[in-house]
């Protein structure tokens, strides 16, 4: 039976009641989305690896926003923990409503042929193996729930080439988690949506980046709390397999 929609609220871009899930929450996209969600309603885990800055940013969400909020340190690239993890926020919160892949690599100037197979290993499944994990189990729980919602962090890198840096794995791998996307919004289309969600390089410092934006400028990291939390919410129930562009022209 194909997914319902549901009765549209009064003010449908929010998240209120709902338990979300930010992997890469240390880096400040991360950090970034799960404010958004935080100030839009949501419980939130904040998924870290290595970095443990998002157990403070975790605590300073709740203390703001009154809402809940955790840190959780995960390495995605492990497909048990990955699970262990997903059963634990559905254990402590009853429901999981929205995971954003949102945790990623990149190794700058890194060509195929002076990489390393353990920098090409690791770009491949942090950027697109890891997903396809978290895509596999969050599947069978949203099949059971009767509704779920990933967002994949993707890239301009998927469609369109940065330079002059060299980012052949980094930008084939981000082709690849686009795809992911559109592919899972057609198989799992009877109980959850998949989309993807493309960025350029808010405040970061990357030659030529300016020059190619139609806004001519670089843009902020709460600038993207709107769109995640658009593709999170009942305000895009109409939409799957999507991939929303927020780039400030830079790929036009």
């Not at 709740?62 to 634990?88: E, H, P, Y």
């Not at 109980?191 to 493309?198: K, Q």
């Not at 934006?213 to 799957?240: D, H, M, P």
């Amino acid at each position: 039976m194909p997914l319902q929609p549901k009765p549209a609220p009064l003010l449908p871009a929010h998240v209120l009641d709902k338990v979300a899930v930010v992997t890469g929450a240390s880096g400040p996209i991360g950090a970034a989305v799960a404010e958004g969600f935080a100030q839009a309603g949501a419980s939130v885990v904040l998924v870290y690896g290595r970095d443990p800055g998002a157990v403070q940013t975790a605590k300073m969400l709740s203390d703001k926003n009154g809402v809940q909020c955790i840190a959780m340190q995960l390495d995605v690239r492990d497909f048990d923990a990955t699970k262990a993890a997903i059963d634990a926020v559905v254990n402590q919160f009853g429901h999981l409503d929205i995971w954003v892949a949102n945790a990623g690599v990149a190794q700058d100037d890194m060509t195929i042929i002076n990489g390393k197979k353990a920098d090409w290993e690791n770009i491949i499944q942090t950027n697109y193996t890891s997903i396809v994990y978290q895509a596999s189990l969050l599947g069978s729980v949203w099949q059971a729930q009767g509704s779920g919602n990933l967002i994949i962090t993707a890239s301009g890198a998927a469609t369109s080439t940065i330079r002059p840096t060299n980012q052949t794995l980094y930008n084939s791998s981000k082709a690849a988690a686009k795809s992911l996307a559109r592919s899972l919004a057609q198989e799992f289309k009877d109980f959850a949506r998949y989309m993807g969600d493309a960025q350029g390089a808010p405040e970061a410092e990357i030659d030529n980046a300016l020059s190619r934006q139609v806004l001519n400028r670089t843009g902020e990291y709460r600038e993207l709390q709107g769109a995640y939390l658009y593709l999170a919410s009942a305000a895009s129930t109409f939409c799957t397999g999507h991939d929303l562009v927020v780039d400030g022209g830079y790929t036009l």
